[in-house]
């Protein structure tokens, strides 16, 4: 890996999905939410869904993120 690559994290890859407003299915160790990625923390994402309700899904429950159809 380069030095950049070793910098880049979770965080900025999912900084650019809500950027994107790309739908994504998040897999957590609890479950799985889908929607839009809105809020990036530093320690949770917020995944707005779409019966207009928002789910907090910590960084550590995350095991998978993938586009959504």
Known sequence: ???VDKR????HALRALAR??????V????GSA???VGVVGADFIEISTAVGSSVAVPMAAITRVRAAG
């Open 1 to 3: 890996l380069t030095e």
């Open 27 to 30: 897999d957590t160790v609890a």
């Open 20 to 25: 994107d407003r790309a739908r994504v299915i």
């Open 34 to 36: 889908s929607g839009l």
């Open 8 to 11: 880049l994290g979770i965080g």
